[in-house]
Nanobody, 117 residues
């Protein structure tokens, strides 16, 4: 069983930055691919990006490429989502997820990010 908890969300003005954290329980965090997703009101959940187990490889959605950066600290069992140049279109609940098998098996409860114009 893996438990994930996001933190760091909040209200920020357009052009600002936020860093989200995802703290994981368990001893095998370093073996999970970690993903970030978001869901805006009235929209389906969308993929934001993911990071490999070692942290050497990242993949991003086109909508955030060049603005968002995913990293991880396996010693701290924590993944991060650094978000820069935020726009109102980035307003959403952000979730982290752990891929243990072939899908994202475990999810956090989400953290709200609101970007004002």
């Amino acid at each position: 069983q893996v438990q994930l908890e996001e933190s760091g969300g909040g209200l920020v003005q357009a052009g600002g930055s936020l860093r989200l954290s995802c703290a994981a329980s368990g001893r095998t965090f370093s073996s999970y691919i970690m993903g970030w997703f978001r869901q805006a009101p009235g929209k389906e959940r969308e993929f934001v990006g993911r990071i490999s187990t070692s942290g050497t490889t990242t993949v991003y959605a086109n909508s955030v490429k060049g603005r968002f950066t995913i990293s991880r600290d396996n010693a701290k069992n924590t993944a991060y989502l650094q978000m820069n140049s935020l726009t109102p279109e980035d307003t959403a609940v952000y979730y982290c997820a752990a891929k243990v098998t072939t899908s994202y098996d475990y999810w956090g409860q989400g953290t709200q990010v609101t970007v004002s114009s």
